[in-house]
T-cell receptor
Framework: NAGVMQNPRHLVRRRGQEARLRCSPM?????VYWYRQLPEEGLKFMVY????????ESGMPKERFSAEFPKEGPSILRIQQVVRGDSAAYFC???????????FGPGTRLTVT | DQQVKQNSPSLSVQEGRISILNCDYT??????FLWYKKYPAEGPTFLIS?????DKNEDGRFTVFLNKSAKHLSLHIVPSQPGDSAVYFC????????????FGQGTRLTINP
């Protein structure tokens, strides 16, 4: 049973470009969460999605960031017009219905130059 | 506002001894607590969890204790092994919070041979 998959593992973007991060949840998991970890800090919640629905986006910056989890395919976290402060590790997690326990992918390390 | 705090950034323990990692929280709405272990360049790995209706949960070498009145939980690892060297994150969730996890800053555990 494959775990949570994220790609790419490393992504380098220049300031002003767009970054797209992908996440495929574990088989049987319908809930997807995105978290961001800045250097030397803990993980910070960004958004919680179910298929075709955003349930909680209280941790998402108001501008430039968006997320989706379509009926078919992976969840996508999109960052438009990236700035240096967006450089971080972005982790996706998934959980089955009714469970508090979230299982994390390996993360995407975004570097903005 | 740091709702979950791990006040020890690092901890060094001799192999075979007990490791005790601590975590404090401020939000009385939290009703589920989890511990994750993280190696560099990898995603967090779920270790053990506890519901607020319990005060102890044990799984092999890992035991989590919850003191609701003090808003404090701890993770005990015994005996400690070199492979336990990692960063440990405490996380909390509230049923009313759409299950998003609130993480502490992490404690870096080093097991010395």
């Amino acid at each position: 049973n494959a775990g949570v998959m994220q790609n790419p593992r490393h992504l380098v973007r220049r300031r002003g470009q767009e970054a797209r991060l992908r996440c495929s949840p574990m088989k049987g998991h319908s809930h997807v969460y995105w978290y961001r970890q800045l250097p030397e800090e803990g993980l910070k919640f960004m958004v919680y999605l179910q298929k075709e629905n955003i349930i909680d986006e209280s941790g998402m910056p108001k501008e430039r960031f968006s997320a989706e989890f379509p009926k078919e395919g992976p969840s996508i976290l999109r960052i438009q017009q990236v700035v240096r402060g967006d450089s971080a590790a972005y982790f996706c997690a998934s959980s089955p219905v009714g469970s508090y326990e979230q299982y994390f992918g390996p993360g995407t390390r975004l570097t903005v130059t | 506002d740091q709702q979950v705090k791990q006040n020890s950034p690092s901890l060094s323990v001799q192999e075979g001894r007990i490791s005790i990692l601590n975590c404090d929280y401020t939000n009385s709405m939290f009703d589920y607590f989890l511990w994750y272990k993280k190696y560099p360049a990898e995603g967090p790995t779920f270790l053990i969890s506890i519901s607020s209706i319990k005060d102890k949960n044990e799984d092999g070498r890992f035991t989590v204790f919850l003191n609701k009145s003090a808003k404090h939980l701890s993770l005990h690892i015994v005996p400690s092994q070199p492979g336990d060297s990692a960063v440990y994150f405490c996380a909390a969730s509230a049923a009313a919070g759409a299950q998003k996890l609130v993480f502490g800053q992490g404690t870096r555990l080093t097991i010395n041979p």
